[in-house]
């Protein structure tokens, strides 16, 4: 695949991440630049309430667990690759690339575990190459289009990219791979999860869906304005975070011989911080189990005092997750436009999660979609 991957982009822990990362930093991390796909994610949003009526059974239970993931999808080829894609329609680009992406999930965790000299001969190892390019492919062709339609006048992430490292540059192709490759699991897993944690809490539910009727009104649409003053839905998407991550934790390479709590531990050696753990912790977070927005709200009695990297989802400092502001952004409109829609609700067991690269849900989230 290096005949495609003329730089690794920001998945790698080498000086062409900084470089990389350098060049990206300011334009993905700055908040108008996710604003600016409001109105566009909304469309997307919508076409989701839409399919929803349409696929859910006749009793209006429905497992929305692969619709999100093809909602997610259709998010990054928006803003990425400055194209519709049809996942939700389940045509073209878009079911072909779901269908590749299930594909890599399925391997992708066997090969973690291969020694690495190991797995360029083994047939899996031949696969994973094979879907891989077959994404990257499909990927140019779109962010190539895109590039070629670039104005000086664009604010499209793509059109700041290309002004930022050049038309011939390969880090708005790499930066759309990249997305494609962490966001639509991650953002995906992170809007089951909490679909699941309103439809099983009807009170918070119907706190956020006065708050959304006081805001914009139960058909109004989504502005930049009425999503600041969205307070209650922004805690929701907080605390449904805070208890089931899609990233359990992060990793660092230890680069420096340190001690941590009196463990001694090597240069060199691979560190995990195991963030689901801090973030359900009793003694920050009093039962953690409890769905309880009003914990990230200032001035409310329940508001938490834990310590600030309690509950760090997005990661901190320079690497940071360079796409949180349009996952946030995603997961916002999601809920405001199915909350909008639909009184949802969850009678099954508690859900949990199984970690694959991120985390799933560990059974099917069977949730019942009332029309309003």
């Known amino acids: 695949m290096k005949d495609r991957y003329t730089t690794t982009g920001l998945i790698n822990n080498t000086q062409d991440w900084y470089d990389v990362r350098h060049k990206v ?8 630049s996710a604003l600016y796909y409001l109105t566009e994610m909304e469309e997307i949003a919508i076409e989701l309430a839409d399919k929803i009526q349409e696929v859910k ?24 690759m400055g194209a519709r894609l049809g996942a939700l329609k389940g045509v073209g680009d878009g079911k072909q690339l779901i269908e590749i992406l299930t594909k890599l999930m399925a391997i992708t965790m066997d ?12 047939p899996i190892y031949k696969k994973f190459v094979k879907y891989q390019e077959e994404a990257f492919d499909i ?13 000086d006048t664009d604010d499209t992430v793509i059109a700041k990219l290309v002004r930022k490292c050049g038309k011939d540059s390969a880090i708005p192709l790499i930066m759309g791979i990249d997305a494609l490759q962490v966001g639509i699991d991650t953002t995906g897993t992170s809007a089951a999860f909490l679909l699941y944690h309103l439809a099983d809490n009807p009170d918070k539910q119907e706190l956020l869906y006065q708050e959304i009727c006081d805001i914009i009104g139960p ?38 011989d340190i001690v941590i709590a009196g463990y001694q531990i090597p240069k060199g050696t691979s560190v995990i911080r195991v963030g689901s753990t801090s973030s359900n912790d009793p003694t920050s977070f009093p039962n953690p189990e409890k769905f309880l927005p009003e914990r990230w709200l200032r001035g409310c009695p329940e508001r938490h005092s834990a310590h600030s990297f309690a509950n760090i ?32 609700e969850y009678t099954g067991d508690k859900v949990e999660t199984v970690t694959h690269l991120v985390s799933m849900p560990d059974k099917p989230i069977n949730i019942k979609f009332i029309k309003r």
């Open 219 to 256: 058909d109004g649409k989504m502005t930049e304005s009425a999503l600041a003053k969205m307070k209650y839905m922004k805690a929701c998407q907080i605390e449904s975070q805070r208890i089931l991550p899609a990233a359990f934790g992060t990793g660092r390479r230890a680069e420096t």
């Open 57 to 80: 059974g006749k009793d209006g239970m429905l497992d929305p667990y692969a619709l999100v993931q093809e909602y997610a999808l259709e998010a990054v080829g928006c803003v990425f």
């Open 139 to 151: 990927c140019k062709k779109h962010v190539d289009e895109a590039i070629a339609k670039v104005k």
């Open 25 to 32: 930093q300011q334009d993905m991390m700055r908040p108008k």
């Open 111 to 122: 090969l973690i575990f291969l020694p690495k000299l190991l797995a360029p001969f083994l």
């Open 313 to 344: 989802p997005w990661g901190h400092g320079a690497r940071a997750c360079i796409g949180q502001r349009f996952a946030k952004l995603e997961l916002y409109v999601l809920m405001v436009k199915l909350v909008q829609r639909y009184r949802m």
